[in-house]
C-alpha cells in the first residue's frame, strides 16, 4: 500500500535547513506511514527551530526546564485521529526539531545530518502513531527495531551496532 501524506513543513527565522530536508522529512513520514500499513491519507506537520524555542516548548508542555532534540504532539489516541474536513486526511500531530541540537548529535554520533534528521523524524512519526519508550523494555526494543527498518529501508542505514562487543 502506498501512503498518501500531506507534511507541512515550516522553520523559525533563527534557523537554516539544509536543501534536500524537505524531501528527506517527507520520505521519512511517508516510509513510517508504509511500514505502519496506515489506512488512508494522514496530514503532519513538522516544524524545524533551534534550542531556545524547543527550550520553551519542552518546559511548557512537558514541565521540563531544558533544550531536547524533538518533541512530538500527537493529536490522536488509540488509533482515532480527527480528520481534516477539506482533505479527509486524518490529522496525526506536531513534530518539532532542534536544528542545533541535530547537529551536535549527528557530530557526536559520527554520521549525517541528514541521517539525524531522518531519525528524529521517523522517531516523532511512530510516537504520532502512539509509540513509546519511556518505560524502556519490549515497548523500546520495538520502537528501536522500527526505527532502524524504516531508516534502513530509505537508504540511512546505521553505522554501528546497538553493542560494543567484550574485548
Same mark, same amino acid.
Not at 527550550?55 to 524533538?70: A, C, F, G, W
Given at each position: 500500500?502506498?501512503?498518501?501524506?500531506?507534511?507541512?513543513?515550516?522553520?523559525?527565522?533563527?534557523?537554516?535547513?539544509?536543501?534536500?530536508?524537505?524531501?528527506?522529512?517527507?520520505?521519512?513520514?511517508?516510509?513510517?506511514?508504509?511500514?505502519?500499513?496506515?489506512?488512508?491519507?494522514?496530514?503532519?506537520?513538522?516544524?524545524?527551530?533551534?534550542?531556545?524555542?524547543?527550550?520553551?516548548?519542552?518546559?511548557?508542555?512537558?514541565?521540563?526546564?531544558?533544550?531536547?532534540?524533538?518533541?512530538?504532539?500527537?493529536?490522536?489516541?488509540?488509533?482515532?485521529?480527527?480528520?481534516?474536513?477539506?482533505?479527509?486526511?486524518?490529522?496525526?500531530?506536531?513534530?518539532?526539531?532542534?536544528?542545533?541540537?541535530?547537529?551536535?548529535?549527528?557530530?557526536? &554520533?559520527?554520521?549525517?545530518?541528514?541521517?539525524?534528521?531522518?531519525?528524529?523524524?521517523?522517531?516523532?512519526?511512530?510516537?504520532?502513531?502512539? &509509540?513509546?519508550?519511556?518505560?524502556?523494555?519490549?515497548?523500546?526494543?520495538?520502537?528501536?527495531?522500527?526505527?532502524?527498518?524504516?531508516?534502513?529501508?530509505?537508504?540511512?542505514?546505521?553505522?554501528?551496532? &546497538? &553493542?560494543?562487543?567484550?574485548?
Amino acid at each position: 500500500m502506498i501512503a498518501r501524506a500531506k507534511v507541512i513543513i515550516s522553520k523559525d527565522k533563527t534557523v537554516r535547513v539544509l536543501a534536500g530536508v524537505r524531501l528527506l522529512v517527507r520520505r521519512c513520514c511517508i516510509a513510517v506511514l508504509e511500514e505502519e500499513n496506515f489506512p488512508g491519507r494522514a496530514e503532519i506537520s513538522v516544524t524545524f527551530t533551534d534550542d531556545e524555542r524547543i527550550r520553551e516548548l519542552n518546559k511548557q508542555h512537558r514541565h521540563i526546564d531544558k533544550s531536547t532534540d524533538v518533541l512530538s504532539f500527537p493529536l490522536g489516541e488509540g488509533g482515532e485521529y480527527d480528520e481534516n474536513p477539506a482533505t479527509g486526511a486524518k490529522m496525526l500531530g506536531d513534530i518539532v526539531i532542534s536544528v542545533p541540537h541535530a547537529v551536535a548529535q549527528a557530530k557526536e &554520533y559520527g554520521h549525517s545530518l541528514q541521517r539525524e534528521i531522518g531519525f528524529l523524524t521517523v522517531h516523532s512519526m511512530l510516537h504520532l502513531l502512539g &509509540y513509546d519508550h519511556v518505560d524502556g523494555g519490549l515497548e523500546e526494543v520495538r520502537m528501536r527495531e522500527k526505527e532502524e527498518k524504516v531508516l534502513s529501508e530509505i537508504g540511512l542505514k546505521r553505522n554501528d551496532s &546497538y &553493542y560494543m562487543e567484550n574485548e
